[in-house]
């Protein structure tokens, strides 16, 4: 059985910073690139980051470069995402998701308020 399942969500004041991490069974973490999605309260999806299977490479929303990092460990069949310099419009539930968004986690909400 597939398992995507995140956590580190919470809720920060603006500037602060989260790390999430989504851990990964089923299937063959390390030959999958990996998705960080986020779905603000009343939005649609929204793309927010990816890496290649190796972790080689790495792009991001135009909106998050420079504030967060997505990196993994395919030794422990894991993905992260440093999220710093929050912003309340980074409101939303993270997923995680494989290369083929074939594969979904549960969802991790972020609030940033003060």
């Known amino acids: 059985e597939v398992q995507l399942v995140e956590s580190g969500g919470g809720l920060v004041q603006p500037g602060g910073s989260l790390r999430l991490s989504c851990a990964a069974s089923g299937f063959t973490f390390s030959s999958y690139w990996m998705y960080w999605v986020r779905q603000a309260p009343g939005k649609g999806l929204e793309w927010v980051s990816a890496?290649?299977?190796?972790?080689?490479?790495?792009s991001y929303l135009d909106s998050v470069k420079g504030r967060f990092t997505i990196s993994r460990d395919n030794a422990k069949n894991t993905v992260y995402l440093q999220m710093n310099s929050l912003k309340p419009e980074d409101t939303a539930v993270y997923y995680c998701?494989?290369?083929?968004?074939?594969?979904w986690g549960q969802g991790t909400q972020v609030t940033v308020s003060s």
């Open positions: 998701a494989d290369g083929y968004a074939t594969y």
């Open positions: 890496i290649t299977s190796g972790g080689g490479a790495t």
